[in-house]
């Protein structure tokens, strides 16, 4: 995140291995495979790539893990919010929207990178209107749409009962958010939500993703990009 006067901080990484046709499915924070010191060079990264180009706003930096390696390398920057920022807004608690209309206006980030704590492990699933076995999009009304909730869980939608799901866009209908003090509780928490929330009337990728988060490689892990295609032919 940057300012029009030289500022520039980071807020952490996110780590958006599993992915469908190079779509996330789910990120989470912090990145249960690198160390601190990798951890630091990273953001460290980001932060001098945007002062480099006077970046004055929020934004995301991706890079490419190899794991085997130890190294990382340079893929794109998305210069807006990003679908998955609730993750980084959880951990850091810093409402990013507000501060990418405030930088726009031209204020000074009052935020130093001293000032940020990262506290305990977020994890967010991107629910969308699909089939779970085919992937094939699923338009269709919504007869009956339950909104998980409770300790920890965050939900960011715009759909409700009778809601009728257009063909036209992307099938993405609501995120789950959930909080908690380590990845193992996190993963525990998601389990909850996801099988608390109910969408009737047309199908979704909940069922796909109680699979992934219960898979002993996702729980362990151990795993790549290719996860999906490679646990889940």
């Known amino acids: 995140m940057g300012d029009k006067h030289g500022n520039v901080i980071h ?12 779509q996330k499915l789910i990120e989470e924070s912090p990145c249960p495979v690198i160390s601190p010191e990798k ?8 932060v001098n790539l945007a002062k480099h180009v006077n970046y004055d706003s929020v934004g995301t930096v991706e890079f490419l893990y190899d794991q085997d ?27 990013l929207i507000s501060w990418q209309i405030r ?5 000074k980030l009052t935020i130093k990178q001293e000032d940020i704590s990262f506290r305990g ?10 089939d779970p076995e085919t ?5 269709g009304q919504i007869d009956h749409y339950h909104r998980p909730a409770g300790i920890g869980v965050r939900i960011d939608d715009f759909i409700y009962s009778g809601y009728k799901v257009p ?6 209908l609501a995120k789950i958010i959930v909080s908690a003090p380590t990845r193992e509780e996190c993963i525990k928490r998601m389990n909850r939500a996801l099988n608390e929330m109910v969408i009737e009337g047309i199908k979704t990728n909940k069922k796909l993703h109680l699979s992934i988060i219960n898979h002993k490689d996702f729980v362990g892990n151990n ?3 290719h996860f999906l295609t490679t646990k889940f032919k």
């Open 69 to 95: 390696e130890d190294k990382f390398y340079f893929m794109e920057m998305n210069t807006r919010i990003q679908v998955e920022h609730p993750v980084t807004e959880e951990r850091t608690g810093i409402d």
């Open 223 to 225: 795993y790549a990009t």
């Open 103 to 107: 930088v726009a206006e031209g204020e």
């Open 39 to 46: 951890r630091k060079e990273v953001c460290d990264a980001a």
């Open 11 to 22: 807020l952490g990484e996110r780590d958006c291995t599993v992915q469908r046709r190079f």
């Open 167 to 172: 063909p036209f866009y992307d099938s993405m």
């Open 121 to 130: 492990h977020t994890m967010e699933c991107r629910i969308n209107a699909e």
């Open 135 to 139: 992937s094939m999009p699923c338009p």
